[in-house]
């Protein structure tokens, strides 16, 4: 092993950047300096001059980790590895492009980092006598190639952001909760998978709230050929959109009275040989029904109380350039706690047995009791799936807790840290997995801290941003809640869900609430700071979502018992 490694950390978690330097220590190498951000790190590294760069892949500030990385490379001859919490595809292939020169999934295993560190050194060492051999005609070529290649990804970057404007999810991230015909409280979630294959893809969708507990789904799937089909798609949705808006601003919403116009407009804009699937569900929560169009899609997947599955196919046949009648049937849901609509790209997609997905989809469904736990079992069964592919899952929650825990304290840092640690102490009480309990107080803790900050002092997230960006932030907590008189509202339940156990953690401040939807305009912003938190609790836990008034955040987590 080479030892005395000069060796530089951009990290913005403190915590994990002191551990970082004392495994590194410990194996003999010296580290040169800690940077919370990518600004601060390409200020220092001229003096720091490292023989190795750890890179945080998500860091506060204006750059993130890949960008800073992509900087350091065009100036310097420094191997970079890249450590990360996150494990989205996007991500990961926006990272390879900068060629590091190894990954380290955090929180990071000090014998991982020697092989990864020990891996960086060698392979840097090979690259440089490559370098040396290497002719200018090839270096210029290579060159060529990057450039091309960045080109690239900037125009499919430019066309997602464009796609991503005309889609719209009334239902991002928000719990509806609507008293039935019958006087019933319920809670109702929902969660939407997008996967195309191509940026420019023939699926789509459009969630929408057409008033107090009724909602409409579409699902669009158009068959031609290649920029087509993909052209029809988002004339579909958009048209959609438009319609729902107009209703909406209108007299008034009818499922029937819409359903007219959009079949007459996208059979005009069909050609010859080309078709569109599509679903619409009109879903009525209070009186719990759905309306139904489902042209050439597969069923509908209905699960019902006594574990059965429901399927309600299509009504009509796949829409096509010449005029036909139109079918509208209605459903009671009473009795359903799970629905899901999709495309075919999800049963049409063949298994690692080479078998289609469509064997294992209904029983996958039966025993899923959220989106994520959908697409992880749908994950480990399909490799890479053969068509783009988009689901709508609809899950009601009951809820009837086992035992609820409630914990009310000012908005003050001290409380939060000492509730943090009476809930630490209070799950160590728990049968559950030393991982679980970890991954669920970071979830807390960043939960609390956004009920704090974004609630109860009211802090914007551009706000946020620009103190962040300024090392100020801290200063300004501590004189902004001198004088808060706001709570904090923390409530943890043990839920069965179908058998499982499962805690759920409500977390509700006296605050404003916010607007959800900036959290999806963070999505297609990789460069923001809006909802890094948000995104890092998603990733572990099952469920999360907000009140519509945005000041009170649920998540589930099903118990992993030791």
């Not at 003999?28 to 490292?50: C, D, M, Q, V």
């Not at 993909?230 to 209703?247: D, P």
């Not at 200063?475 to 001198?482: H, I, Q, S, T």
């Not at 607007?515 to 890094?532: A, C, K, M």
Request: net charge negative; proline share 3%; hydrophobic share 40%.
């Amino acid at each position: 092993m080479e030892k005395n490694k000069k060796i530089l950390i951009v990290e913005d978690e403190a915590i994990l950047a002191l551990r970082v330097k004392g495994a590194l220590s410990q194996m003999g190498h010296s580290i040169t300096a800690i940077y919370p951000s990518g600004e601060k790190a390409l200020e220092g590294i001229e003096t720091a001059r490292p023989d190795l760069v750890l890179m945080d892949i998500k860091l506060k500030g204006k750059m993130d980790g890949i960008e800073t990385a992509d900087r350091i490379n065009k100036q310097y001859d420094i191997p970079i590895i890249f450590m990360t919490a996150h494990s989205e595809e996007g991500m990961i292939e926006r990272a390879k492009m900068m060629g590091p020169y190894g990954y380290l999934l955090k929180p990071v295993n000090p014998r991982e980092l020697q092989i990864a560190v020990e891996m960086a050194m060698y392979k840097s060492k090979i690259d440089r006598e490559k370098a040396q051999l290497a002719l200018e005609l090839q270096e210029q070529k290579l060159e060529l190639l990057n450039y091309r290649e960045k080109y690239h990804i900037a125009q499919q970057e430019s066309a997602f952001k464009k796609e991503f404007n005309i889609i719209r999810n009334d239902l991002f991230l928000k719990k509806v909760d609507v008293v039935n015909s019958r006087g019933a409280a319920r809670e109702w979630v929902f969660g939407i998978h997008y996967q195309p294959l191509e940026i420019l893809s023939g699926d789509g969708y459009s969630i929408r709230e057409i008033e107090e507990g009724k909602f409409l789904f579409c699902l669009v799937d158009a068959m031609g050929k290649g920029l087509s089909a993909a052209v029809t798609s988002i004339l579909s949705v958009s048209f959609v959109n438009h319609l729902v808006n107009e209703a909406k601003e209108g007299t008034g919403f009818d499922f029937g009275e819409f359903i007219a116009p959009y079949s007459k407009f996208i059979r005009r804009e069909l050609i010859e040989e080309e078709i569109m699937c599509v679903t619409f569900l009109f879903l009525d929560l209070i009186n719990e029904t759905a309306d139904t169009f489902i042209c050439g899609m597969p069923p509908v997947l209905c699960h019902a109380a006594d574990n059965t599955i429901m399927r309600i196919g299509s009504n009509n046949p796949p829409l096509m350039m010449y005029p036909a009648e139109i079918s509208i049937d209605q459903y009671d849901i009473s009795d359903f706690h799970k629905i899901l609509a999709h495309t075919d790209g999800l049963n049409e997609s063949f298994s690692k047995e080479d078998s289609l997905y469509q064997k294992y989809l209904e029983d996958d469904f039966r025993e899923s009791e959220f989106k994520r736990d959908f697409l992880g079992k749908f994950g480990k069964a399909v490799e890479k799936p053969d068509d783009d592919v988009t689901f709508i899952f609809v899950r009601r929650i009951d809820r009837n807790p086992k035992w609820t825990r409630v914990f009310t304290i000012a908005s003050r840092m001290e409380e939060l840290s000492a509730v943090s640690m009476e809930l630490e102490e209070f799950l160590a009480t728990l049968d559950a997995d030393a991982g679980f309990k970890a991954m669920f107080i970071n979830s807390l803790t960043e939960i609390l801290m956004n009920a704090y900050e974004h609630g109860s002092l009211n802090i914007g997230f551009e706000q946020k941003s620009r103190l962040l960006e300024d090392d100020t932030y801290n200063d300004y907590l501590v004189n902004a809640e001198k004088n808060l008189q706001k709570k904090i509202i923390i409530t943890l339940a043990l839920e069965e869900l179908n058998g499982e156990d499962y805690l759920m953690l409500t977390v509700t401040d006296e605050g404003n609430g916010f607007d959800i939807s900036l959290l999806r305009e963070s999505v297609r912003d990789s460069f923001s700071l809006h909802g890094r938190g948000i995104e890092l609790i998603q990733c572990s836990t099952d469920e999360l979502f907000y009140n519509r008034v945005g000041n009170e955040v649920t998540l589930l987590k099903r118990l992993v018992r030791e």
